[in-house]
Structure formats: structure tokens, C-alpha cells
């Protein structure tokens, strides 16, 4: 399985944020994988927002809920991460990553989001 993220570099504040993570070598619609979005923050730790599994439902952090939606193209094969509002405390690196029982065994190269006016 590979998995390439793709999205803006920069979005200012109070916009939304789309990114595209594109998968390889497995169907997104498997019931092998849990198909998750991750971030990391400079300084700090990473931080799980959420996942869609085989049945296409997401579920996401509490923290980020309200913010955020997760979804999957079955024609394109791509995993989707819209996350309205944006703060500069978004600025963050975004990984998709295929999760096997609770382990994330494959990772994208992740993408560089910069939240600023």
C-alpha cells in the first residue's frame, strides 16, 4: 500500500482546508484497513483526528469534530480531509496512514499546512 497526501502549502485563517490522499496497492473500500488523518504540530506530539472505516463511516477526535469531515472517493480511490475555520494553531504537518487493528503500518510522506494571513 502507498499513500501520497496532496493539498495547499498555505491557507489563511477562518478558510477551509481540503486535502486529497491518494491510495495505492489497495482499494479504499477494503475491509482490510482503517484509512486515517494525522497531524503534527511543530513541537509537539502526534495527534489523531480521525478515520473511516470499510462501512464509510468516520469518526473523529472530539477536539476536532466540529471542525472536521473525512471522507472517500471509491471511484478515485482517495481519502478526504476538510477542516473549516482554520487557526494558526493548525499549522501542522498532515499524514494519511492505512491503520491495521489499531496501528497505523503504513504512512504518506505528509504534507506541510501553514495556516497564516
Known amino acids: 500500500v502507498q499513500l501520497q497526501e496532496s493539498g495547499p502549502g498555505l491557507v489563511k485563517p477562518s478558510q477551509t482546508l481540503s486535502l486529497t490522499c491518494t491510495v495505492s496497492g489497495s482499494s479504499i473500500t477494503t475491509n482490510d484497513y482503517y484509512w486515517t488523518w494525522i497531524r503534527q504540530s511543530p513541537g509537539k506530539g502526534l495527534e489523531w483526528m480521525g478515520d473511516?472505516?470499510?462501512?464509510?463511516?468516520?469518526d473523529y477526535s472530539p477536539s476536532l469534530k466540529r471542525r472536521t469531515s473525512i471522507s472517500r472517493d471509491n471511484v478515485k480511490n482517495t481519502l478526504n480531509l476538510e477542516m473549516n475555520n482554520l487557526k494558526p494553531e493548525d499549522t501542522a504537518v498532515y499524514y494519511c496512514a492505512a491503520t491495521l487493528t489499531g496501528v497505523a503500518t503504513t504512512w504518506g510522506q505528509g504534507t506541510q499546512v501553514t495556516v497564516s494571513s
Open positions: 473511516i472505516g470499510p462501512s464509510g463511516i468516520a
